[in-house]
């Protein structure tokens, strides 16, 4: 047993079976390996890149040529991840479980083999930390860009939304998924506010625009609503019109489970206020009470169509 790496934010001890030969060119690893423990925290601390198509005038153009790893070791090694790898970083936190085979081509180009999946995991994607049903890693080449297949989802309410990101680590794809199936715009509002764009106003179809555009920016980067929000401990800040009230208000919300959800509005400019809460009976049956400068009960029925 022995820890290959010991730093604060990258850890892993292994353990397992092996011998080593050496031919006078290169050291020929074989064996079995398995982590006992390990934790990965990666930053976002990289700068922007341009893309490839940019030419910035007097600089020499980089090559699209790939720079394939090499090593001076000749590897036959299959690394299991035992009872899992803890992960945190690019918006994904959890234990990857699953095993690989690393070997070394002729050239010394370094080749893995096999699947990781997420155990346990969560997804940080549009502000909101999803639930991930699906998550592999497929290696079949270059250590540095295995396939990618995650599904994560907002359950429990009357559309449950998720977002699908395929492709590859270097080239992702994403794209937004609902039960059932309902128009884009209407999965964002679910997936970003938890309630469907007709409850939405003002600032709030603001912020699901923004929201649009976010989900590669870094999995942890979003708006300074949402920033602001997690800072008060609150699921929602914004500046908004109101349904109920005159004018704009400032809108504070907090989901305390998968059928609760309480939110205060306080006019601008004027002395109103309301509370609210809603309360999930089922997938299309909610209720909600309105108390304040004006009081209210309501059931509320929805039914979406494609």
């Not at 080449?141 to 396939?147: E, L």
């Amino acid at each position: 047993r022995f820890g290959l790496l010991n730093r604060p934010d990258m850890r892993l001890t292994l353990s397992g079976q092996g011998h080593g030969d050496f031919d006078g060119k290169k050291i020929a690893l074989r064996g079995e390996l398995r982590a006992d423990s390990g934790y990965f925290e990666f930053g976002d601390d990289q700068l922007p890149r341009l893309s490839e198509d940019v030419v910035v005038v007097g600089r020499k153009r980089p090559s699209n040529g790939r720079v394939n790893a090499r090593t001076p070791f000749d590897l036959d090694m299959r690394l299991d991840l035992g009872k899992g790898v803890e992960v945190n970083g690019y918006g994904l936190t959890g234990r990857l479980r699953g095993a690989v085979q690393l070997s070394s081509a002729a050239e010394g180009e370094m080749r893995v083999a096999g699947r990781i999946h997420a155990e346990n995991a969560r997804f940080l994607a549009y502000g909101q930390r999803l639930d991930v049903e699906q998550g592999l890693l497929i290696f079949d080449g270059p250590v540095d860009d295995p396939g990618l297949f995650i599904q994560a989802w907002r359950r429990n309410q009357a559309v449950e939304v998720g977002v699908e990101v395929a492709g590859t680590v270097q080239n992702p794809t994403a794209q937004l998924i609902s039960e059932p199936p309902v128009p884009e715009g209407e999965k964002l509002s679910w997936l970003v506010l938890g309630r469907a764009p007709g409850d939405a106003q003002g600032a709030d179809l603001a912020l699901l625009q923004a929201a649009s555009g976010t989900l590669f920016g870094r999995g942890d980067k979003v708006g300074i609503n949402q920033q602001i929000a997690r800072k008060l401990g609150l699921d929602d800040v914004s500046v908004r019109g109101s349904g109920t009230l005159e004018g704009n208000v400032v809108a504070l919300g907090k989901r305390f489970s998968d059928k609760v959800y309480i939110g205060y509005e306080q006019g601008l400019g004027f002395a109103q206020n309301l509370v609210k809460l809603d309360y999930s009976i089922s997938k299309r049956w909610s209720a909600r009470v309105e108390t304040g400068t004006t009081s209210s009960l309501g059931l509320i029925y929805r039914l979406a169509f494609d």
